[in-house]
């Protein structure tokens, strides 16, 4: 093996640069050629490959983002899209491919083991939906983001003896908004793995002040069926019998662009690493996580189309602890 391109793919997360960081400065120290692959799937099938040197990622650890760029590519699910894009590994005698990216774009990395290219996955995406890791690269940080958004929301909540809704990414994944909603110590949380009705929102928030708190949190996850959008219509309607109304606040995107906190740069530079030492060993067809602790491969074949669960009983747990 004498050639390794890395791509970044679908949403970005804060981690991947050091992630490709680390790939390209592993692949030099071990005789490879490295070459980023720009603007994702949507890159690789048009074949903008450039070779990267080690000072070409000087600086990107602490960068939020991925300096390559990246898409989401409708084309790399058809088989046309598919094959265009082995013949241009092929044209720049790619050896091996690192895909950087989370569920969608694993899917893509099995498509391209199964017509014969060498691919590693890094798993990376804020969701923390992907099976194979048990925190991806960015979703911690995606969590600090979150998190801080609501230490501060509370502020001005208690002031104003106010209810705010707090919506948090994470498609059709609650992990981000039970974390969130635990350690930010929210009243009510919304996920679509155990959906809650208005009316049982409205019930927390009323025990909340009759408990003599002075504000109330409500985290919902963006996936859920009573998303921020369908709960604060719902208020709205019957904010005469509920007596009181939601503030809604929707973080968006704002949780992605953040630079990558520690962990998510230890995370990132360890995966990335790792992948070029499993191509080196022979070893493809993969995605890299991390479980207990420690770097770990998952057939691509068993991640993909999986959604990873999600430990409710930490429902409970913050229920108790937000009397």
Known sequence: MKRVAVVTSGGDAPGMNAAVRAVVR????????????????????????????????????????????????????????????VQQLQNHDIDALVVIGGNGSQAGSL????RGVRV?????????????????????????????????????ASAHRRAFLVEVMGRASGHLAL??????????????????SPESVATQIHEAYDRGKRHAIVVVAEGASYNAERMAAYFDEHAQRL?????VT???????????GVFDRLLATRLGAAAIERLCAGEHG?????????IAATPLAT???????LDTSLLELARILAT
């Open 111 to 114: 498509a391209l083991s199964q």
């Open 26 to 85: 592993a692949g030099i120290a071990r005789g490879l050629a490295v070459y980023g692959i720009q603007h994702g799937y949507e890159g690789l099938i048009g074949g903008q490959f450039k070779r990267l040197g080690p000072r070409d990622v000087g600086g990107i650890i602490g960068h939020g983002g991925t300096f390559l760029g990246t898409t989401r590519c409708e084309r790399m699910k058809t088989a046309a899209g598919q094959v265009a894009a």
């Open 120 to 156: 590693v996955g890094v798993a990376s995406t804020i969701d923390n939906d992907l099976p194979g890791s048990e925190p991806s690269i960015g979703a911690m940080t995606a969590m600090d983001i979150a998190l801080e958004s609501v230490d501060r929301l509370r502020v001005t």
């Open 303 to 309: 991640v993909v189309g999986v959604t990873k669960s």
């Open 286 to 294: 993969a995605l890299l996580g991390q479980v207990d602790g420690k």
């Open 243 to 247: 007596g009181f109304d939601l503030r």
């Open 250 to 260: 929707k973080l968006g995107h704002v949780q992605r662009g953040g630079a990558p």
């Open 179 to 196: 974390i969130t909603g635990l350690t930010g110590g929210a009243e009510a949380i919304v996920i679509p793995e155990s959906d809650v």
